[in-house]
C-alpha cells in the first residue's frame, strides 16, 4: 500500500476550523430548535442508510444463532437419554458454545454500529451548551479546541495549484461530523473573497515583476558603467575622422558637431553628383522634342539650337493667328 500526502498548513487549518466554528455558533444561536431537529434528520437518515451488507450479516447470524439454540437443546437430550457418550457430549457442548459466544460478539458489534447513529438528545444539548458558551469567536484557543472538537481527518489533496482542493472534515464532541451548508449569502461572500483574492494576487504578481525588472535594470546599468570606465555606452570609432569616442545615445556616430555636419555635407554632395554628375544643373526634358538633356542655365528648357528655331516659329505663328483674330472681330464689330 503506497502513503500518501496529506499535509496542509497550520494557518489554512486555523482558518478552517475557526470560520467553521464561527458558522456554527451563528447558524445556532439563530435557531437552535431548527439545528436539533436538523441533526436527528441527519442521524436518523444515516442510521437507515447503513449498508444493506451488514443487516444482512446481522441476519445470517441470527439464523446460526437460533440453529445453535436447537443443536445445543438436541445435543443435551441425546446426552440424557443415553444416545450420546458424555466425552463426545463435552466435546460439542464446548464447540457449540465457543461459535455461539463469537457470534453474540458480533452481533454486537455489528448491532453497535447500527445504533451509534441514532439521535441522542441529551448528546445535542451538551453540544449546543458547549458552542453557545464561545459565543461569535474571534479566535481559535487550545480550551476551545478541546472542548468542541474530536478530531479532524484530513485528506489528500486533489489536483495543482491554483485549482489544488483537499477536503478537511472536522468531528465535533457528542455530534460528529456535521456540515452546514453555505447560504447563498456567504457563497456570494466567497465568491467576492475569491476575486478579491486573485486580483490581490495579480497585482502582487506585477508588484514583483516590476520590482525584479527594475533590480535587473540597475544591475545591468551599474556592470555597463562599470566596464566603460563610468560611461553609459561602450567606446566607438568616428565614421567621419576615425577617432574614438564615449557616445551619448546608442545612435550616435560622430564624436562632435564638426563631424557630424562635415558627414552630412558629404552626404549631400554625393547625393548631388549620383543626380548631376559633374553638371552644374539638373537633367530636363526638352518642351520641343522631349528629349532629356544638361541645362547650362536654370531657365533653359530646349535642349538644341533645333528645338529653339522650331519653338520660335511656334510663338511667331501663334502670334499671327491671335492679330488676325482680333483685326477680324475689329471689322465685325
Known amino acids: 500500500m503506497n ?5 496542509i498548513s497550520d494557518k489554512v487549518l486555523y482558518q478552517l476550523v475557526l470560520r467553521s466554528i464561527q458558522r456554527l455558533s451563528s447558524h445556532i444561536i439563530a435557531d437552535e430548535r431548527g439545528f436539533a431537529e436538523e441533526l436527528k434528520s ?3 437518515a444515516q442510521a437507515n442508510g447503513k449498508p444493506q451488507k451488514q443487516k444482512d450479516e446481522l441476519q445470517t447470524i441470527n439464523r446460526r444463532l437460533n440453529e445453535l439454540d436447537r443443536l445445543i437443546g438436541s445435543l443435551y437430550e441425546n446426552f440424557i437419554s443415553g444416545l450420546l457418550p458424555e466425552k463426545q457430549y463435552k466435546s460439542l457442548m464446548k464447540k457449540y458454545s465457543a461459535e455461539q459466544d463469537s457470534l453474540e460478539s458480533q452481533v454486537s458489534d455489528i448491532q453497535e454500529k447500527l445504533e451509534q447513529t441514532k439521535a441522542s438528545s441529551a448528546h445535542i444539548g451538551r453540544f449546543i451548551r458547549l458552542i453557545k458558551k464561545y459565543k461569535q469567536p474571534t479566535e481559535l484557543t487550545k480550551e476551545m479546541a478541546c472542548e468542541l472538537i474530536d478530531k479532524i ?5 486533489v489536483g495543482k495549484k491554483p485549482n489544488r482542493q483537499q477536503q478537511v472534515d ?3 464532541n457528542f455530534i460528529g461530523q456535521f456540515d452546514l451548508p453555505l447560504s447563498e449569502k456567504e457563497i456570494a461572500e466567497a465568491r467576492r473573497k475569491a476575486e478579491r483574492e486573485a486580483a490581490e494576487k495579480v497585482k502582487r504578481k506585477k508588484r514583483r515583476q516590476r520590482e525584479s525588472n527594475a533590480a535587473h535594470r540597475a544591475k545591468t546599468k551599474a556592470e555597463r558603467w562599470a566596464a566603460n570606465d563610468g560611461h553609459k555606452y561602450p567606446k566607438r570609432i568616428c565614421e567621419q575622422c576615425g577617432k574614438e569616442f564615449y557616445p551619448n545615445s546608442t ?3 560622430f564624436c562632435n558637431t564638426d563631424c557630424t555636419k562635415a558627414h552630412q555635407q558629404a552626404e549631400k554632395e554625393k547625393k548631388r553628383f549620383a ?6 544643373f539638373r537633367q530636363k526634358v526638352c518642351k520641343i522634342c522631349g528629349k532629356p538633356f544638361w541645362p547650362s542655365n536654370g531657365q533653359e528648357v530646349l535642349c538644341s539650337e533645333e528645338c529653339k528655331i522650331i519653338n520660335r516659329r511656334q510663338k511667331q505663328l501663334a ?4 492679330k488676325q483674330s482680333e483685326q477680324k472681330a475689329g471689322e465685325a464689330i
Do not use: L, N
Open 42 to 44: 441527519k442521524w436518523e
Open 251 to 253: 545612435r550616435q556616430r
Open 275 to 280: 543626380e548631376k554628375g559633374e553638371h552644374t
Open 170 to 172: 472536522i468531528y465535533y
Open 153 to 157: 481527518a484530513v485528506h489528500e489533496a
Open 3 to 7: 502513503c500518501t500526502i496529506h499535509h
Open 319 to 322: 502670334y499671327y493667328h491671335r
